[in-house]
């Protein structure tokens, strides 16, 4: 029975140590290079922590590097808490005072940030750890006592408090996701994954542990190709990248900057894709350049393990069609429930509740927000059994759960109940929208579009106009250059509505 990830990289290392696995702008590591480094640090690390299943902070970065660290972390029989290196410095030292962290981890590269915030913990540099010797009799001793019901990752994601939340995800979560992932998907260790998710994004699980269960190869692509696209494409084609795990937001961008139009990756057939609703308009872009292409939609947040529920586009959708979310992942299972938390009738709206092995352990320190979030299922009076309550809306048909908003994106306007993002999906289809984001402005009773594209707005009303219902047209549409999107691939609704939702016209 696997009950630790590192059984992926040792199986691998083992029967392809010398393939690549990871491949970044400087380097190329091999899995038997990777497993060397990892276990180096693991002993160097163990040696200098103690206890078991201790959160360990890395500084990351999109490199081979930040993989082996992360690796190295679970070796000492630790934890790993990926920290993005570009991150304003309050903020980092806000999550380690909140963690507690053992250590902080760091690439020569950020010597003086971690040099700044060495009063929070102990911060080790990478290179010293992976020149240390493998004592392999340590890190056994360190690996017996970890269980697969202990934390493999810790993830901070934003608070509704402005204080950042620690989401703590188990080895079992990770494996039984990463297994079901490898069969929805087809993936194989002959793919090339071209990574666009940063290493301190829960996307970039689906990357990272594909490739080391697999004995696959990953190209981690600079940040820069994803605001010039073109260079992303180019890229995937010289490489012959098979499969993408990306975020909706990139994918659609890609598609809407024309660039599939100059050059397409001619060797990929798998996009899966999560983070926000995929868009047909942008589905159906991607497939006129990359013929025969296998689009996924995936969701679920960060507290269900990536994700819950998965589909493959197996037929074509119209530009404006809404795209289901699918059926559940394997060991998940998802409940529509109402605000009192009861099975809502065949049809109607629920909030997305999910139960399984999936989900996160809780967020770290934090007890309140846990019992607030993770919470009794109320159709098992009889026995501990926790769902994970999303927020989300959505409604099943036909076997198929279809996306609506967030619980607070259900408006009632002018005496209807409106779901924003069934005009957001409308917003897509309009030709030249690149992207949109409705917001209600409660004080003045208003639905304020913010978009980013070629229509102006006199021209994006007429079009919606014919598209939704009078009571569902935005009543104000701000034109932006480019939408913002925050680190983990989203549109930032919080600073839009800071921006625009009371200062629009």
């Known amino acids: 029975m696997q009950r630790n990830v590192l059984e992926y990289l040792e199986r691998s290392a083992a029967a392809c140590g010398d393939k690549a696995a990871f491949i970044d702008e400087r380097e190329t590591i091999t899995f038997a290079q990777l497993r060397q480094r990892a276990m180096a640090l693991g002993t160097y690390l ?49 999550i380690l005072e909140q963690l507690h962290a053992r250590a902080l981890l760091f690439p020569e590269g950020d010597r003086p940030l971690a040099e700044a915030l060495a009063d929070c913990c102990p911060v080790l540099p990478l290179a010293e750890g992976f020149a240390a010797a493998a004592d392999e009799a340590l890190l056994s001793a360190r690996r017996r006592r970890v269980l697969d019901v202990d934390p493999v990752y810790i993830l901070f ?138 689009v996924i939609n995936l969701y679920g947040p960060t507290e269900v393990t990536v994700d819950c529920t998965g589909y493959r586009l197996e037929r074509e959708f119209a530009d404006d069609e809404a795209i289901p979310l699918g059926t559940a992942c394997e060991n998940k299972e998802i409940l529509l429930l109402d605000e009192r938390l009861r099975p809502v009738p065949p049809g109607e ?16 320190a934090d007890w309140d927000k846990t019992r607030a979030a993770f919470v009794q299922n109320p159709l098992q009076p009889d026995y501990p059994d926790l769902l994970y309550r999303t927020g989300d809306v959505a409604v099943e048909r036909d076997g198929l759960l279809y996306f609506l908003s967030r619980r607070d994106g259900q408006i009632k306007h002018m005496g209807y109940r409106i779901e924003l993002g069934e005009i957001e999906v409308a917003l897509h289809a309009v030709e030249g929208i690149e992207a949109a984001a409705c917001l209600y402005d409660g004080a003045r009773d208003r639905i304020v579009c913010v978009y980013a594209g070629t229509p102006d707005s006199n021209a994006l009303a007429k079009a919606m106009r014919a598209a939704v219902p009078k009571y569902m047209l935005p009543n104000v549409y701000v034109q932006l250059e480019r939408l913002p999107y925050n680190a983990n691939g989203k549109v930032d609704r919080v600073l839009l509505k800071e921006r625009y939702l009371h200062g629009a016209d």
């Open 46 to 94: 163990a040696a200098r922590t103690d206890g078991v299943n201790a959160p360990v902070a890395v500084l990351v970065d999109r490199t081979a590097e930040s993989i082996a660290a992360m690796q190295g972390v679970l070796y000492a029989g630790c934890c790993y808490v990926p920290v993005d290196n570009r991150m304003p410095q309050p903020r980092i030292r806000r």
């Open 157 to 294: 994601t934003s608070g509704s408090t402005g204080v950042p939340k620690g989401i703590v995800i188990a080895h079992r979560s990770v494996i039984d996701f990463t297994d079901w992932m490898t069969g929805f998907c087809g993936y194989t260790g002959d793919d090339v994954f071209g990574n666009q998710a940063p290493f301190y994004f829960d996307l970039s699980v689906k990357d990272v542990y594909q490739t080391l269960k697999l004995g696959a190869t990953c190209r981690i692509y600079p940040k820069k190709f994803f605001t010039f696209p073109l260079l992303a494409l180019q890229a995937m084609d010289r490489d012959g990248v098979t499969a993408i795990n990306w975020a909706t937001s990139a994918f659609h961008l890609t598609a809407a900057s024309g660039a599939l139009t100059k050059a397409a990756p001619r060797a990929l057939r798998t996009a899966a894709l999560g983070g926000e609703a995929l868009q047909a308009r942008h589905v159906n872009a991607w497939r006129r350049a990359v013929p025969g292409l296998q």
């Open 349 to 364: 709206p629920g909030e997305i509740c999910v139960r399984g092995t999936g989900l996160a352990r809780g967020y770290f």
